[in-house]
């Protein structure tokens, strides 16, 4: 059941599982300091396709397969798979996922997108529309360069508070569980050897996001864009909930990077709210800042996706975090309205995934 | 409460109420047919914008607030709003709504959204997600060739199968429905003085689609494109529900328009399905094909939304019609994956849209 908590906050009293999840990312990425705990890392970084784009769907092609493998089950056992990205209309995912045959529902959210994925995936399977459904987003640092930036042989310089797009997808299936039963092929499910019947990982609550303008009209310090959504969705989600940072293991934001992250304190803060013990930002744990020239970090919508399907859902796995606050974050912008004098909007939806017995 | 029906389609036993809608339109569709009965046409293009791409943001803004005020609610009464257009990063559903606060989800099926739209908002309130959910999209004739074709001072020649992308939007706002009463602000509803207690429209059914690729490879053949799809879903939620076309007063598609139309007959028939009878196409509803220049018919984001949202719904109202199948297409390509050889996937999604008492 759904249950509405507070302004915007909703419940799930039987906490949809996580019944598979994979990760797959590129080269830089696997060089970096949670190389241990992809599922799979391209040396060759056009993932043995033509294009760039091509690359991207690839990527998304690939961790929905191992997400499903995980958890046992097949694309027939899928009932809505969530799916976007960065590129123009969507294409990785509606390339990436054409082949599975599973009922599409694409999604844009920005770098904001794995949330949205996993929110909506959860609230079908709550209320009973979908036994089986899956969540999946990617980005690549070459076929976004060519369409936000500029293209890679040009050579641009990039800012200081610039971020380094992630090449990356990550997908998580999640299943209805009830009655010590989950929902859909129960027996294909646990057949699987991933599933732990005591041990699950789950999504309890979610809170959907405002957009938020901070009037930031700089398209290379998407950071500060962003620093506004984030605050704005933390502060609604702790408040509706009438929790603290100390009720967490780890909030956990999406591509912030530097500028965004120290930004987003200090919003905080002018509510009295303090998160930084629990918090870390995907994009400053993906990259070393200090040694791989990504500047303010890494970004994507790749970048949450692939930590989260991977370094954070296998540490829910091992008990070694229990409680997240997963609250990635979008900047709903383009290059032809920011040509045009726009500031860019933000956005930031917040999931909260925690461990169940 | 959401009730699986058949292999893929939901039944929603209370029906979301639409207590609103609203559509406005550009000049060219201001002319055609339907012209008296749009709330709103634009006689300049621009809906007194800098760019296109900021008039089709006004457009989005205008409708929304037409179909709050419709059903007599604000913008803090609206629990999610389900946003989409064609323009890269979807920039006209976040720069169009910034300013109204509501929670936002922005989805992306190309000309298929403003059905997913409805969907989604479907599912939001029948799960007790929300009380009042929006749906809303858009297109622009001049944002949208600059984008996919050739900017409008190139001149470029259409083909015959070319199809005119309609300047337009539409919004419906639905509230759950239940024990006689609205859920969210009831009294607010009741009084809007649009709302007839005993005469509704509501949303019955919705299927969602796959991704059907036809294998075309013709960007201005759109048509047929989408026909694989639109034939695909019909054909789904026909089954799924034991009905024949003799069922519903209309079966309506979102923009196939001439070419696409007959290709999704053909497909049709060879399932032994025949909806010739009861079916039209908002893309040849919405322009006199013979004398505006328009070609296989109009088409975008913006045709289904505003079609439906005024010609549509306003007569279901009326109670001239009482069953209608609404089954929006997409074209899930981007000029770039074209331009890479790749063919042009298709999906559809199919709303089932009911008079009650």
Redesign the interface.
């Known amino acids: 059941?759904?249950?509405?908590i507070g302004e915007?906050t909703?419940g799930f009293t039987d906490i949809p599982r996580i019944i598979g999840f994979g990760s797959a990312v590129g080269k830089k990425e696997g060089e970096g300091p949670l190389s241990a705990w992809f599922d799979k890392i391209y040396t060759d970084t056009t993932m043995g396709g033509?294009?760039w784009?091509?690359a991207e769907a690839a990527l998304q092609k690939t961790t929905v397969k191992l997400a499903m493998d995980a958890g046992g089950i097949e694309s027939g056992d899928v009932?809505?798979i969530f799916a976007?990205d960065?590129?123009?209309?969507?294409?990785s995912s509606?390339?990436g996922?054409?082949d599975y045959?599973?009922?599409?529902?694409?999604?844009?959210?920005?770098c904001s997108t794995m949330a949205?994925t996993l929110a909506?995936a959860a609230?079908?399977i709550?209320?009973?529309?979908a036994n089986i459904a899956a969540a999946v987003t990617s980005s690549h640092f070459c076929s976004a360069e060519r369409?936000f930036r500029y293209p890679l042989q040009y050579g641009g310089q990039r800012t200081p508070t610039a971020q380094w797009t992630v090449t990356g997808s990550g997908c998580a299936v999640a299943a209805g569980y009830r009655n010590g039963l989950f929902c859909g092929p129960h027996d294909k499910i646990t057949a699987s050897g991933d599933i732990n019947l005591k041990r699950q990982v789950g999504i309890s609550r979610v809170c959907?996001?405002?957009?938020i303008?901070m009037g930031i009209t700089d398209a290379n310090n998407m950071g500060a864009a962003m620093a506004g959504a984030a605050a704005d969705t933390i502060a609604a989600f702790l408040r509706d909930t009438g929790t603290t940072q100390n009720d967490y293991d780890l909030i956990l934001t999406g591509d912030l990077g530097k500028v965004g992250t120290d930004l987003m304190y200090e919003l905080l803060e002018r509510d009295n709210i303090s998160i930084q013990d629990k918090h870390k930002d995907c994009g400053l744990l993906i990259f070393d800042t200090e040694t791989q020239d990504v500047h303010a970090g890494g970004s994507g919508c790749g970048c949450s996706a692939s930590v989260l399907c991977s370094y954070i859902m296998k540490r829910m796995r091992k008990r070694e975090l229990g409680n997240v606050l997963f609250v990635a974050t979008g900047a709903?912008?383009?290059?032809?309205?920011v040509q045009?004098g726009?500031s860019i909007?933000g956005?930031a939806h917040a999931v909260n995934i925690i461990t169940t017995e």
Chains 1, 2 share one sequence.
Do not use: H
């Not at 960065?86 to 294409?91: D, R």
């Open positions: 059941m759904i249950q509405k915007r909703l033509e294009t784009e091509k009932d809505f976007g960065l590129l123009n209309q969507c294409i509606s390339y996922l054409r045959g599973i009922p599409f529902l694409g999604q844009y959210g920005a949205q909506m609230i079908a709550e209320s009973g529309a369409q959907i996001g405002k957009i303008d709903l912008m383009s290059p032809t309205i045009q726009e909007p956005v």
